[in-house]
């Protein structure tokens, strides 16, 4: 699927699910900026590799909890770009912990960094996009939105609040020739599931009908197609990479 000539803004692109989609964006042709907060060798390492292969791309230290880091960097992909075509929210993080232990920074750490984040990217993005009478927004949620583990409650809200705002977002968005719709992975092979994987073992091939624990490649394949012209009557979905993990079907 070709994006040549489009312009993606992708967040938390240095590493993991974020930097697999930097590379098949990159691959299929579009100009790709990738935002990072603390991963300056990563961000380093990845531009330099894509641009070693031809590909322009380029990297934004910020912080996307900053709420003026959305509106800016949109504004400078613009001012170099001309235009913005693909806007990726990835950018995420953990800090789990029951509940009733869970002091108030966790849960306002993750919320901030997980879906403030997505409305002042998508925000300022739409702006562009309404003008341009094109333009796709794909936000990376979780089935941990749906299916919850101990110790999610400020993650699984986050999650789940992005995926009725992808939902909401899409019906005010449609007309104007702009598709909004949301990945949910499931167990993926990253640093931020890392614990959560080595705590399970084994249990987790059992519980993944596919038997194997999703790659990064797994949802960035996904996130090309609703970025392509492919994707162009799809929109308000929330579309599940789990290896069918959400079936509910143990494997023996």
């Known amino acids: 699927m070709s994006l ?21 964006l990159a691959q299929a042709g579009a100009k790709v900026v990738f935002v990072y907060r603390g991963s300056a060798e990563a961000a380093s390492t990845l531009v330099a590799e894509l641009t070693a292969q031809g590909h322009p ?36 993080i953990i800090r789990d912990g ?19 984040s997505v409305y002042h990217f998508s925000r300022a993005a739409a702006r562009v996009m309404i003008r341009q009478r094109y333009g796709r927004i794909i936000n990376i949620s979780s089935v941990a939105a749906d299916y919850v583990n101990k110790g999610q409650c400020n993650y699984a809200a986050s999650k789940g609040a992005i995926n009725a705002f992808t939902r909401a977002l899409a019906v005010e968005l ?6 909004v719709n949301a ?17 399970a073992g084994d249990l987790i091939s059992k519980l993944i009908p596919m038997r194997r624990v999703g790659k990064p490649e797994d949802i960035a394949g996904v996130c090309v197609f609703l970025a392509s012209a492919a994707a ?21």
């Open 232 to 252: 162009a009557y799809l929109t308000g979905q929330v579309i599940t990479v789990d290896g069918g993990l959400s079936l509910g079907a143990a494997s023996a």
């Open 174 to 179: 449609a007309s104007r020739n702009v598709t």
């Open 183 to 199: 990945i949910a992975p499931g167990f993926i092979e990253t640093d931020m599931s890392e614990a959560v994987r080595n705590k």
């Open 98 to 116: 029951l509940f009733i232990g869970m002091e108030y920074d966790d849960w306002k750490a993750v919320l901030t960094t997980n879906l403030d």
């Open 57 to 92: 791309v380029s990297a934004v230290q910020a912080d996307v909890a900053d709420p003026a880091a959305g509106p800016r960097i949109v504004e400078e992909v613009v001012a170099s770009h001309g235009r913005i075509d693909i806007l990726v929210n990835n950018a995420g």
């Open 4 to 24: 040549n000539g489009q312009v993606a803004l992708v967040t938390g692109g240095s590493r993991g699910i974020g930097k697999g989609i930097v590379l098949a």
